[in-house]
């Protein structure tokens, strides 16, 4: 099972979970290259863009323009079970 | 650049300002009357050089002008498509006005159904979620992209986030159509490792075409220091008059080459091939004026 099994509202959720007080502005899908990117706001803490790659399930968090590669354990859960 | 929006433009007018110098293209013929096509001549160096970058000019030209101008309208095209925004928001959203911000939303899966099933030949490329403080207030965006050519080509579909049906679906103007080319002839239609490596080369010449005309520019107020094999060489080129047919024919040919093998990959990657070969053509005519010379 890959992330891509995961629809898009879904993955959007889990992202939202993650990172709470967030709105979500947009939601970009990369078909060439599997990545899905989510355009998020806040109030307090500014923008982030966070870029999901189906293959790998790994996650680019771009905040401030300082890059991190994180994993949201939630996310990895929902490869293998319904969620 | 790390520069921000100053950087951005500074590289927007140099793209402009590089078509302007590609201009030059006007001075080509009066060059050219007594000489054929490549002729490479070591007279003198300041002809040597201008040889050189005549014979790189008319390779790298519709290259460089292409990729100057989508440059320049990719940066500076930004306005255009504001005013064409706000035009038609005015237009479709006249009703939505004094309509509250829909606190109650369909979810950006069912946008995404709704938007397919209205154009079911197109594949979505994003999902604009609608903003409280924002100008789309009411609906999800939700564009989508086609095959070949229309893959470079966007076509929104507003969703009522409160209902759930398409309130439009986004229509491009020819001007806007035009405008977003742009971005793919700049950027991305060198996909294969083939199409790099040419695109490298022919980035190479281009640079190569600059610094002759540069340097020729600046040999021209040094003293002529022929000697007796510079004169031998150009006793053995002698002048040959040229009609303005034999003049363009090979110029016009490759700058047609050069429109093709840049746009062709537009319409697909199963045009990457073809492009490549294209684009190697110049290339190879360059290598064989250089060998010849």
Request: proline fraction near 5%; charge should be positive; aromatic fraction near 12%.
């Amino acid at each position: 099972m890959n992330a891509a099994k995961l629809s898009v509202g879904k993955q959007a959720e889990i992202v939202l979970e993650r990172y709470p007080g967030y709105n979500l502005r947009a939601v970009y899908l990369d078909h060439e290259k599997h990545i899905n990117g989510f355009s998020l706001r806040s109030q307090d803490k500014g923008y982030d863009y966070i870029r999901l790659d189906l293959n790998t399930a790994r996650f680019i968090r771009r905040s401030n323009e300082q890059v991190r590669y994180e994993v949201i354990p939630k996310f990895m859960i929902c490869l293998w079970d319904a969620c | 650049m790390y520069l921000g929006s100053f950087g951005r433009n500074l590289f927007g007018a140099m793209c402009g300002l590089s078509v302007v110098a590609l201009l030059g293209i006007w001075l080509y013929a009066p060059f050219m009357k007594n000489i054929s096509f490549g002729t490479i001549r070591s007279s003198h160096r300041r002809i040597y050089w201008m040889d050189w970058h005549k014979l790189l000019g008319i390779a790298t030209l519709s290259w460089a002008v292409l990729l100057s101008l989508s440059g320049f309208i990719f940066i500076f095209a930004g306005p255009v498509h504001n005013a064409w925004n706000e035009s038609i928001r005015k237009e479709y959203l006249i009703d939505y006005q004094d309509k509250p911000f829909p606190v109650q939303r369909i979810s950006i899966d069912e946008a995404m159904e709704v938007t397919q099933a209205a154009l079911p030949d197109r594949r979505i490329t994003g999902i604009e979620v609608p903003q409280e403080d924002g100008k789309m207030r009411w609906h999800y965006t939700v564009c989508t992209q086609g095959e070949g050519w229309d893959a470079h080509l966007n076509k929104p579909v507003w969703v009522d986030a409160s209902t759930g049906k398409v309130t439009a679906v986004i229509q491009q103007p020819w001007y806007i159509q035009m405008l977003s080319m742009a971005n793919p002839v700049h950027f991305s239609n060198h996909d294969t490792l083939p199409l790099k490596i040419l695109w490298f080369i022919t980035e190479a010449l281009t640079c190569i075409m600059i610094i002759t005309g540069i340097y020729a520019w600046f040999v021209k107020f040094r003293p002529n220091k022929g000697n007796a094999a510079n004169k031998l060489q150009a006793k053995s080129v002698p002048p040959v008059r040229q009609s303005s047919r034999q003049i363009w024919l090979l110029p016009v040919v490759i700058i047609l080459i050069t429109l093709f093998r840049i746009t062709a990959p537009l319409a697909g990657k199963e045009w990457s091939t073809i492009s490549a070969v294209a684009l190697a053509i110049p290339l190879v005519l360059t290598g064989y004026y250089w060998l010849r010379s």
